[in-house]
C-alpha cells in the first residue's frame, strides 16, 4: 500500500454555465520517502490537486489516503490534526515572521508538533548557523526560502508539500534550494510533493505526474535521476 493515495479526485469552481471542472478524476499513489513533481502549465490544475492534499481545500468527490488514514469527512478538527501531524508547506512567497529571527521562525514550527527535529541540528542542515539571530529583512531571498523550508521540516511532517519554491528565486539560488529539499528528503525520510511548471525540475524526481486541463496525462519513475545542482534549464 502506498504512503499516499488519491482516488477519483474530482474539483470544479463556480455554479452554472461558470463552472469550470479543475480537476478531472486523479488518481495518483506515491510511497514514503520518494519524491514526487506535479508538472504541468498554469491552469492544469496542479496547485489546486496540492492544496486538496493538503487539506486546505476539499475535493468534491474522490479519497485522499495517507498512511492508511482516509480524509474523507474529516471535520474541522481532525483536519488541523491532519495538517498538523503529517504535513509541511513551502510556497513561492515565504511568509515568515517579520520581527522573528531565523532561529525563532524555525522553532515557530516546532511548538506545534509532537515530535519535532532537533532546532539546531536543522540549523545547521539548512547552512542558516551564521545567519540564526538575523531578522528576515537581512537575509537574502535563498536565505529567507531555507528558513520557510525549516520551519515546515522541523515540523518531522511525513509530507513536504512544495507550490513553485524556487518561483521568486534567480537560477542559481533555486538549485540551491532544490539541492536542500533533496537533502531533506534522504536525510529525513520526508515524503516531497512539489509543484512547479520547470520541466527540468522533473529530472531529479522519483515520480513524474503531467497534468493538462486538470486530467493526468502522464506519469512515470526516473530510473536514473539527476542531483539537483546536476539541473539545468
Not at 525549516?150 to 521568486?168: F, S
Not at 534522504?186 to 525540475?201: D, L
Amino acid at each position: 500500500m502506498a504512503f499516499l493515495e488519491l482516488h477519483r479526485i474530482n474539483k470544479s469552481f463556480g455554479e452554472d454555465e461558470s463552472r469550470v471542472h479543475v480537476l478531472k478524476d486523479i488518481d495518483l499513489e506515491v510511497d514514503q520517502g520518494k519524491f514526487c513533481v506535479l508538472l504541468g502549465p498554469s491552469g492544469s490544475g496542479k496547485s489546486t490537486l496540492l492544496n486538496i492534499i493538503g487539506g486546505i481545500d476539499t475535493a468534491d468527490s474522490g479519497e485522499i489516503i495517507v498512511h492508511g488514514d482516509s480524509l474523507r469527512g474529516m471535520k474541522d478538527k481532525a483536519l488541523t490534526n491532519y495538517r498538523r501531524k503529517h504535513l509541511g508547506y513551502v510556497f513561492q512567497m515565504y511568509n515568515l515572521i517579520p520581527n522573528l529571527t531565523v532561529r525563532e521562525n524555525i522553532e515557530v514550527g516546532s511548538f506545534i508538533s509532537h515530535d519535532p527535529l532537533d532546532v539546531d541540528e536543522l540549523i545547521n542542515t539548512l547552512g542558516l548557523s551564521e545567519h540564526a539571530g538575523k531578522l528576515p529583512n537581512q537575509l537574502s531571498g535563498g536565505q529567507q526560502q531555507r528558513t520557510s523550508i525549516g520551519r515546515a521540516i522541523v515540523k518531522n511532517p511525513d509530507i513536504l508539500l512544495c507550490d513553485e519554491p524556487t518561483g521568486a528565486l534567480d537560477y542559481s539560488t533555486s538549485k540551491e534550494i532544490l539541492s536542500l529539499i533533496e537533502k531533506v528528503c534522504q536525510k529525513y525520510g520526508t515524503t516531497v510533493v512539489m509543484v512547479t511548471h520547470n520541466a527540468a525540475i522533473q529530472e531529479m524526481a522519483d515520480v513524474v505526474v503531467r497534468l493538462k486541463d486538470g486530467a493526468i496525462r502522464d506519469r512515470f519513475e526516473n530510473t536514473e535521476k539527476k542531483k539537483a545542482e546536476d539541473l539545468e534549464w
